[in-house]
């Protein structure tokens, strides 16, 4: 599985962004995810979909991001609205297919400013 995520970039705070990671390969993703590491600090989730739809947010994003998946596409996405400099990271795309094997994007950088 290959995941490359886009749409990174600079926005300042209040502002919008979205996020896609392109997936292809030979697989069945079960579970697919969005991460993001802020420099000094541990990779956290973001925000995760299953397959079924079901989705999971930080406490920190709910109500202002949302996770979405085009299953037909293979791309999912991260609309993330009213940004704060508290998120700014390096946003990344995970996937974990149904024999438990987990992919990582490369990883897009965001950055909110104040």
């Known amino acids: 599985v290959q995941l490359v995520e886009s749409g990174g970039g600079l926005v300042q705070a209040g502002g919008s962004l979205r996020l896609s990671c392109a997936a292809s390969?030979?697989?069945?993703?079960?579970?697919m995810g969005w991460y993001r590491q802020a420099p000094g600090k541990q990779r956290e989730l973001v925000a995760g979909?299953?397959?079924?739809?079901?989705?999971t947010y930080a406490d920190s994003v709910k109500g202002r991001f949302t996770i979405s998946m085009d299953n037909a596409l293979n791309l999912m996405y991260l609309q993330m609205n009213n940004l704060k400099p508290e998120d700014t990271a390096v946003y990344y795309c995970?996937?974990?297919?149904?024999?438990?094997?987990?992919?990582w994007g490369q990883g897009t950088q965001v950055t909110v400013s104040s």
């Open positions: 979909i299953l397959s079924t739809g079901m989705t």
């Open positions: 390969g030979t697989f069945s993703i079960n579970i």
């Open positions: 995970n996937a974990i297919t149904t024999r438990s094997q987990s992919y």
